[in-house]
C-alpha cells in the first residue's frame, strides 16, 4: 500500500491497474485525481471513487447544485410564490441570456483568458439584427438577418482573438478596448432612436419577437422530451456499452442507466412546469422556444469541447500552455477561434436579446455591457476555473440558473437593484475563493 | 568633454546601481544594443552624449513619454483645424479640458501604483464615486456639517480601506485582482447607491457655506491672477533649486548625475511650460458679462497628487519594493521583499487616490453628485487607457505619476475635441470609439515594444 503511494514512476497520466482499484479507499489522495469512471467498477465502489474526489477539492457541479438547492429553498420560504410554476418559467427565460453568456465566457475562461466584450457583443448583435428586419429599413427575411448578424459577431470574435493570440495582447485589454469600441459602433447602428421588433403585422418581426416570447404547444413540448431523451439517452448507452465491449474504460451500467432516468426525470418536471398555464388572462402554456435553443446551444459547445480534438487542445492550452506548443497545439489558432466561438454565442444571445427586449435603446446598449459581470460569475459560481483548462458548459447553465435565480427572488421580495448587485458580487467573490482555495489543495498546481 | 574622461567620470566603485566606468562610456556608440537598458543619465557626461543615448533608448522600445507627448501634439492640432472655427485651442476650453481631464489624470495615477505591480484595479471608478458621494454627504448642512478637510480625510481613509480588502484578498488569497476588482466594481457600484440614499437621489454643495464652499472651489475656484504668478514664481524656484541643488550633491559626492546642461534645460523647461499654463489661464475666459481669470485650483492640486506620488514612487523604499515586484515578483521575494504587504498597501494607497479624484469630479460637475454624475465602469476604462496610452506598462515594473497625468490630459482633449465637433448622432459613439481605439493602439505599442527588449516570455 504505502509502498504504492511512493512509487509514481509508471504512469504519469492515469493510474488504472487491479492494485490501484483495490488501493483505492486506503490511499484517498493518490486516487483523488483520478476521475471515477476510469476505475471504478461498481455504483457503489464509483460512489465512493467520487466522495473521495469531491473530498480532495476537485468538487464539479455538486457546490453549484447545493447552491441552486439553498437558492431555492432559502427563497421559497421568503416568498412562497418563487416555486409556483409561472415564476419558474420567468426565471428559466430571465436565465436564459445569463446561462448563453455564460457559455460563451467560458470558452475564453478555458484558455486562461477572459472575454469582457461578450455583454456588448450581444448588445450589438440585438441592435444589427433588429435593425435588418426592419420594413421601413432593410426588410430582410428574418433568418437572413440572423445568419449575417452571427457572421458578423465571429468577425469580430476574430479580430478580438486575432490581437490576444498573434500579438499576444492581455485579452482582457482587448476585450476592453473591444467592448468601448462596440458600444460605439451599436448607438452608431442604433441611429440615435430606438429601434423594435414588436409590430405583429410584419412576418420577420414577429418570428423574432417569438423567439423569446413563443412556446411550443404542450402536446409538442412532450413529444420533444421523448425525442430528445431517447436520441440522449440512446447515445449514452451505445456509447458505454460500445466502450465497455472494446475494453476500454466505462462507468457500470447502473449508473448509466441511472444518468438516462434523472435526465428524463428533470425532463419530465420541466415540461410539466411549463404546461401549466401560466396566464392571467387567456392561456399560455408550453415549454418556451428558448429553452430549446440553450439546450441547442449547450449540446453543441458540450460536443465540441469533450469530443473533439479542438476541445482537447483548448483544455490542453489551458492546463499548461507551453506543454500544448511542445506538443504541436497551434495555440494561435485555438485562441483564435475560442474567441470566435464566444463571441459566436454571444451573437446568439445577442438574438434572444433583442427578443427579450422588444425595443433596443441606447440606454438598453449601455445596460447591456453589465452582463459580463453576471456572465464571469455564472461560469465561475458554475465550477469553471478562472485559471483555465477546468469547466464545462453545463457550468455556465446552472450557474446561470443560481444568478437568475438570485435576481428573480430578490427582486419578487421588493429588494432594489443596487442590493441585488451587492449579492452577486458576494456570491462571485465567494466562487473565487472557493475556486483559489480548492487549486491550491489540488496536487501540482501553484 | 570629449570621450578622454578616465578622471573626471564618477567613481564606480561607489555606485552600485548602474555600471558606469570609462569602458562603458566609450563603449557607447559601438554597441548600441548593450547600451540601451542603461539609463543615459547613468552614462552620459555631454549633454550631447545625453541626447544620443535618450536616442537609443527611444530606439529600442523604451521611449518614455515621448510617444503621448506626440500624440498630444497631434491631437491638438488635428482638432484645432477641424473644429468650427478652430476653437479647440481657446484658453477657455483648454482650462476647461484640464478641469474635464482632471478625474481621468487622477484615477490614472492611482491605476500606475497597482499596475506598476502588474495588477489591475477596475473598481477604481465606483470607489472613486463613493468616496466624493462620502465627502459631500459629510459636509451638508443640515447634516453632518463636518469642516472640509475631515470630510476629505475621512472620504480618502474609506476608500483606503475598501481598497485594502481588495488588495488582502488578491495579495494573500492569491485571487486574480481582475476578478476580485470586477466584484468590487458590482459591490462598490451598489454601495455607492445606497450611500447615496436610492437611485434618484442626489447630493449638493451649498456654496454660501464655508465648508462646502472649500470643496466646491476645488475644481471651480481660481486663484487670481498676480497669486497665480506668484506662486509660479514659488513653485519653479522651489523644484527648480531642489533639482539643481541634488544634482550638485551628486556630483560632489561621485555618483551619477545629469551633465549640468541637463539640468538647466529641465528647470528651463518647467518655467516655459509653468509661464505658457498661467499666461492661458489668466486670459478672460468668462462672458461678456462676468471676468473669469487666473489659475483654478485645480492645477496646484493635480500638481501636488503628481508631486506626492513621484516623490513616493521614486524616492521612497515603498516605491522602489513597487518596482522590484513589478519587474520580478519572485526575486524582489527572495530579496525580502514582504509581498502581500506591498500589494495590499498598493491597492488601498490606489483606491485613497482614487476617492480624491471622485471628491474633484464632483467639484467639476458644480458641487452635485447624482447617479448620473459619471459612469464608473466608463471611468475606471478612460483611468485604464489614460495610464496606458501615458506610458505605464500592464506587465509591471514600468511607468511613472506623470505618465498617468498626460494619458488623462490626452483622453480628456479627445473627449472635448469630439463634443466640440457638430457631429450630430456620431458624438456619443465617437466618445466611445476614439479612448477604445487608442487604448488598443497604447497597449500594442506596449507588447510590441517589450517584445523587441525579450522581457515578455508570455507563450
Not at chain 1, 99 to 122: K, N, Q, T, Y
Not at chain 1, 286 to 292: K, Q
Request: proline share 4%.
Amino acid at each position: 500500500m504505502s509502498d504504492l503511494t511512493a512509487d509514481p514512476s509508471g504512469t504519469p497520466a492515469g493510474v488504472t491497474d487491479a492494485t490501484t482499484v483495490a488501493d483505492l479507499t486506503a490511499a484517498p489522495e493518490a486516487a483523488a485525481d483520478v476521475p471515477p469512471e476510469l476505475v471504478a467498477q461498481s455504483l457503489g465502489q464509483y460512489l465512493r471513487a467520487w466522495w473521495v474526489r469531491v473530498r480532495g477539492g476537485n468538487s464539479g457541479v455538486l457546490p453549484v447544485v447545493l447552491a441552486i438547492v439553498v437558492v431555492a429553498i432559502s427563497f421559497q420560504i421568503a416568498n412562497p410564490k418563487f416555486l409556483s410554476a409561472q415564476n419558474l418559467v420567468n426565471l428559466f427565460e430571465q436565465s436564459s441570456i445569463y446561462m448563453l453568456l455564460a457559455i460563451a465566457e467560458i470558452f475564453a475562461l478555458l484558455l486562461a483568458e477572459i472575454d469582457l466584450s461578450v455583454g456588448l457583443v450581444m448588445g450589438l448583435s440585438s441592435v444589427v439584427v433588429a435593425e435588418l428586419v426592419q420594413p421601413a429599413g432593410a426588410n430582410w427575411p428574418w433568418w437572413a438577418a440572423i445568419i449575417v448578424t452571427l457572421l458578423a459577431c465571429c468577425a469580430i470574435g476574430a479580430m478580438q482573438g486575432s490581437l490576444v493570440a498573434r500579438l499576444r495582447m492581455p485579452s482582457f485589454i482587448v476585450t476592453l478596448g473591444g467592448l468601448l469600441i462596440l458600444e460605439g459602433v451599436a448607438i452608431i447602428v442604433l441611429g440615435g432612436t430606438l429601434v423594435g421588433i414588436g409590430n405583429s403585422q410584419y412576418k420577420n418581426e414577429l418570428v423574432l419577437y417569438d423567439i423569446f416570447w413563443g412556446a411550443f404547444t404542450p402536446v409538442v413540448s412532450w413529444i420533444l422530451l421523448a425525442v430528445v431523451v431517447g436520441a440522449t439517452g440512446t447515445g449514452l448507452w451505445l456509447r458505454d456499452a460500445r466502450k465497455r465491449r472494446h475494453g476500454l474504460e466505462a462507468p457500470p451500467r447502473s449508473l448509466t442507466a441511472m444518468k438516462i432516468v434523472l435526465m428524463a426525470v428533470a425532463g419530465i418536471a420541466l415540461v410539466a412546469i411549463c404546461n401549466v398555464n401560466r396566464a392571467h388572462v387567456g392561456t399560455i402554456e408550453g415549454v418556451p422556444y428558448i429553452i430549446l435553443i440553450v439546450l441547442v446551444v449547450l449540446g453543441a459547445s458540450t460536443v465540441l469541447l469533450q469530443r473533439t480534438r479542438f476541445g482537447r487542445y483548448v483544455y490542453a492550452i489551458g492546463g499548461n500552455p507551453e506543454a500544448a506548443r511542445r506538443a504541436g497545439v497551434s495555440l494561435p489558432g485555438i485562441r483564435t477561434w475560442c474567441f470566435v466561438a464566444s463571441a459566436l454565442i454571444s451573437g446568439i444571445a445577442g438574438v434572444l436579446f433583442a427578443s427579450w427586449q422588444v425595443s433596443l435603446t441606447t440606454n438598453i446598449i449601455k445596460a447591456a455591457n453589465s452582463y459580463v459581470l453576471l456572465a464571469v460569475a455564472a461560469a465561475v459560481i458554475g465550477g469553471t476555473s478562472l485559471f483555465g483548462g477546468r469547466g464545462k458548459t453545463i457550468h455556465g447553465v446552472l450557474g446561470g440558473l443560481v444568478i437568475g435565480g438570485i435576481y428573480n427572488g430578490l427582486y419578487l421580495l421588493g429588494v432594489s437593484s443596487q442590493w441585488i448587485d451587492v449579492v452577486v458580487a458576494a456570491v462571485l467573490l465567494a466562487a473565487a475563493v472557493i475556486d483559489v482555495l480548492s487549486r491550491r489543495g489540488a496536487p501540482g498546481r501553484a | 568633454m570629449g570621450p578622454d574622461r578616465g578622471d573626471s567620470g564618477p567613481d564606480p566603485g561607489g555606485t552600485r546601481a548602474g555600471v558606469t566606468d570609462a569602458t562603458t562610456v566609450a563603449d557607447l556608440t559601438a554597441a548600441p544594443e548593450a547600451a540601451a537598458d542603461v539609463p543615459p543619465e547613468l552614462v552620459a557626461q555631454s549633454l550631447i552624449q545625453y541626447l544620443r543615448a535618450w536616442w537609443l533608448k527611444v530606439r529600442s522600445g523604451d521611449s518614455g513619454i515621448l510617444p503621448v507627448l506626440l500624440a498630444m501634439v497631434v491631437v491638438a492640432v488635428t482638432f484645432q483645424i477641424i473644429t468650427p472655427e478652430h476653437s479647440f485651442l481657446r484658453p477657455s476650453n483648454l482650462v476647461y479640458i484640464f478641469g474635464l481631464s482632471t478625474v481621468y489624470m487622477v484615477l490614472a495615477i492611482a491605476e500606475t501604483v497597482v499596475l506598476l505591480l502588474a495588477e489591475i484595479d477596475l473598481s477604481v471608478g465606483a470607489v472613486a464615486l463613493i468616496g466624493g458621494v462620502i465627502a459631500f454627504k459629510l459636509v451638508q448642512q443640515p447634516g453632518p456639517h463636518w469642516p472640509w478637510w475631515a470630510a476629505i480625510l475621512a472620504a480618502l481613509v474609506s476608500c483606503g480601506v475598501f481598497g485594502s480588502l481588495a488588495g488582502t484578498l488578491t495579495a494573500r488569497l492569491k485571487i486574480p485582482s481582475f476578478v476580485v476588482t470586477l466584484a468590487g466594481f458590482l459591490l462598490f457600484s451598489g454601495i455607492l447607491i445606497i450611500v447615496l440614499g436610492g437611485a434618484d437621489a442626489s447630493v449638493n454643495l451649498n456654496s454660501s457655506e464655508f465648508n462646502q464652499r472649500v470643496i466646491y472651489d476645488l475644481v471651480q475656484g481660481v486663484i487670481p491672477p498676480v497669486a497665480s504668478w506668484i506662486l509660479l514664481a514659488v513653485v519653479v524656484g522651489a523644484v527648480g533649486t531642489d533639482l539643481w541643488l541634488r544634482a550638485a550633491r551628486r556630483r560632489r559626492q561621485g555618483l551619477v548625475a545629469p551633465p549640468k546642461s541637463v539640468t538647466a534645460i529641465r528647470i528651463a523647461l518647467l518655467a516655459l511650460v509653468g509661464v505658457a499654463v498661467v499666461a492661458v489661464c489668466n486670459v478672460n475666459r468668462g462672458t461678456t458679462l462676468v471676468t473669469v481669470r487666473g489659475v483654478p485650483w485645480v492645477i496646484p492640486i493635480v500638481l501636488v497628487v503628481l508631486g506626492v506620488w513621484t516623490l513616493v514612487l521614486a524616492r521612497t523604499r515603498f516605491g522602489r519594493y513597487l518596482y522590484a515586484i513589478g519587474g520580478n515578483p519572485e526575486a524582489a521575494r527572495r530579496a525580502g521583499v514582504s509581498l502581500a504587504g506591498i500589494r495590499t498597501w498598493a491597492f488601498a494607497l490606489c483606491s485613497a487616490t482614487a476617492g480624491l479624484g471622485g471628491i474633484l469630479l464632483g467639484s467639476f460637475f458644480f458641487g452635485e453628485y447624482s447617479t448620473n454624475t459619471a459612469d464608473p465602469g466608463q471611468l475606471v476604462l478612460y483611468a485604464i487607457a489614460a495610464a496606458v496610452i501615458g506610458g505605464v506598462s500592464l506587465f509591471g515594473g514600468r511607468g511613472k505619476a506623470l505618465h498617468g497625468v498626460l494619458g488623462g490630459l490626452l483622453i480628456g482633449g479627445i473627449a472635448y475635441g469630439v463634443s466640440l465637433l457638430n457631429l450630430g448622432n456620431l458624438t456619443t459613439p465617437l466618445e466611445y470609439i476614439l479612448p477604445g481605439a487608442v487604448l488598443l493602439v497604447a497597449v500594442g505599442v506596449d507588447v510590441l515594444s517589450r517584445r523587441g527588449t525579450g522581457s515578455v516570455t508570455r507563450v
